[in-house]
């Protein structure tokens, strides 16, 4: 028998204890990102504490159970930003979630950027939905253990919009998010909004679940 155990602090006899609810429900931080992205980022918390160790939870062992939580996380991180003000007004709203290489997808279980997006959006409801247009060519390696420079010159022209996203009206009209678990650099999410911009996709706010 597996014993039951918070994903964000390890406590016995639960799978999400109150206490790492509630430090998912602090107020939005802006990011300084070290590459300029062209728009405010902003994370839900620094990439510390609940917030490193849920995502490392998820990712690297296995907890797709948190993937509720941290949707959760994000939609109330957007109905803060959209109070504020920082994210504009519209009929609809979009969330683009950033690339994630198809073979790191793969090993890790399926999308989890992709997934905490589609279960932010179920709680946001009918007006916001997922638009999974983009994806990273073969040649991208993953990022871990990069500088930033390197980063950039790893993603250089590797993002692209997939296929069925073309042409940018497939996408409903207004404004876009473009959502990450974790931004570092800045680089993964600079690239994919230029590659978006150049499909007359234009991303108004980064919204990640830890900044670091
Ligand atoms: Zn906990």
Redesign the pocket.
């Known amino acids: 028998m597996v014993p039951t155990q ?1 994903g ?4 016995p006899g639960t799978d ?2 109150g ?2 609810a509630r430090t998912l429900t602090d107020s939005p931080v802006r990011l300084e990102p070290r590459v300029e992205i062209g728009v405010a980022a902003w994370a839900l918390g620094r990439y510390r504490g ?1 917030y490193r160790s849920t995502l490392i939870a998820m990712k690297e062992h296995g907890r797709r159970d948190l993937i509720g939580p941290l949707g959760g996380a994000l939609a109330r991180g957007i109905v803060t930003l959209s109070q504020w003000g920082e994210i504009p007004d519209g009929d609809t709203l979009t969330l683009v979630p950033a690339p994630t290489r198809a073979s790191a997808a793969r090993r890790r279980g399926g999308d989890p950027v992709a997934a905490i997006a589609r279960a932010s959006a179920d709680r946001l409801g009918r007006r916001v939905a997922v638009a999974d247009a983009l994806a990273t060519s073969a040649r991208a390696r993953d990022s871990a253990g990069l500088d930033a420079r390197a980063r950039v010159a790893n993603l250089s022209d590797a993002v692209y919009v997939r296929r069925r996203f073309v042409p940018s009206s497939r996408i409903v009209a207004g404004p876009v998010l473009l959502v990450d678990d974790i931004l570092t650099t800045g680089a993964t999410a600079a690239q994919s909004c230029r590659v978006l911009a150049a499909h007359d996709l234009h991303v108004s706010t980064v919204v990640v679940i830890a900044g670091a």
């Open positions: 918070c964000g602090c390890g406590e999400w204890c206490d790492c609940t």
